[in-house]
């Protein structure tokens, strides 16, 4: 382990990161707005270049939250069928509603876990450089 980890040993990085702080002392704000990580933790001075969550929370809210609009407005269909104005009425905000808050809270813990598990980029030999 090194010096820093071994510093704030006591911080779950993917708890503190979920939260929106600092997975290396869970003190320091990771986000700068509402999705745009800043440079570094203002606390301990971690650089967040390491971050890179990609796409990977957009499409586990897409997945999750459709299941859960898409299951309730069949539901809905099949039960009353209401206009398609009521559809739209329910379906659009409530899609807002609950995918904004999931997105942050997604990109968070994938933040925290590449901290954790020491993610980088993919390299092709032990060298890290790409070279064969």
């Known amino acids: 382990m090194t010096e820093d980890r071994a510093l704030h040993a006591e911080t779950d990085p993917v708890k503190a990161a979920t939260r929106g702080r600092c997975p290396r002392c869970g003190e320091g704000r990771l986000f700068a707005g509402f999705l745009s990580l800043r440079p570094r933790c203002g606390n301990c001075g971690l650089d967040y270049d390491f971050a ?9 809210v897409i997945l999750i939250i459709g299941f859960v609009v898409c299951g309730l407005a069949l539901w809905l269909e099949v039960s009353v069928s209401p206009p398609l ?3 739209f009425l329910l379906w ?6 609950l995918c904004l808050p999931l997105l942050r809270l997604l990109k968070g813990t994938m933040i925290g876990l590449q901290y954790r598990n020491r993610a980088a980029e993919g390299r092709l030999d032990g060298r890290g450089d790409g070279s064969a």
Not at 52 to 60: E, K, L, Q, S, T
Not at 92 to 97: A, E, M, N, S
């Open 52 to 60: 890179d969550a990609g796409d990977g929370p957009a499409v586990f």
């Open 85 to 87: 104005w009521v559809h």
């Open 92 to 97: 659009i905000p409530l899609t807002f509603v």
